[in-house]
Nanobody, 121 residues
Framework: QVQLVESGGGLVQAGGSLRLSCAAS????????MGWYRQAPGKRRESVAT???????NYADSVKGRFTISRDNAKKTVYLQMNSLKPEDTAVYYC???????????????WGQGTQVTVSS
C-alpha cells in the first residue's frame, strides 16, 4: 500500500504564512513528479505547484512569487511554503505523487487526504 500524509494546514490571517508537508510511505520504488493541488468550495481542483525528480518546478500564476515548492527525496516528502497568503487561497490542499511501486511498473497517481487552509481577511 501507498500512503500520502499531509500536515501543516490551518487558519491564518491574510498576509501570514503556512508550510504544508506531505510524506509518502509504503511500497514505493521511485517517485517522479510531486505536487500540490487545491479545491475551493464550488470550484474545480486546480494545480498549485509541481516539482519533478530533477527539481524542476512549475507554479500557477496566482501563486508565483508567494509559494515555494520543495522536496526531500530521501524522506519522500514534498513541502509547500506559502507566504503572503490571501483569502482567495482558502481551499483544501491535496498532495499528489506520480510514482512506481515496482521497477518497470506503471507510473500511477496517488493522492493525500487533503488539508484545509483558511485565510481570514
Amino acid at each position: 500500500q501507498v500512503q500520502l500524509v499531509e500536515s501543516g494546514g490551518g487558519l491564518v490571517q491574510a498576509g501570514g504564512s503556512l508550510r504544508l508537508s506531505c510524506a509518502a510511505s509504503g511500497s514505493i520504488f521511485s517517485i517522479n513528479t510531486m505536487g500540490w493541488y487545491r479545491q475551493a468550495p464550488g470550484k474545480r481542483r486546480e494545480s498549485v505547484a509541481t516539482i519533478t525528480g530533477g527539481l524542476y518546478t512549475n507554479y500557477a500564476d496566482s501563486v508565483k512569487g508567494r509559494f515555494t515548492i520543495s522536496r526531500d527525496n530521501a524522506k519522500k516528502t514534498v513541502y509547500l511554503q506559502m507566504n503572503s497568503l490571501k483569502p482567495e487561497d482558502t481551499a483544501v490542499y491535496y498532495c499528489n505523487a506520480k510514482l512506481q511501486r515496482v521497477p518497470g511498473g506503471v507510473v500511477a497517481d496517488y493522492w493525500g487526504q487533503g488539508t484545509q487552509v483558511t485565510v481570514s481577511s
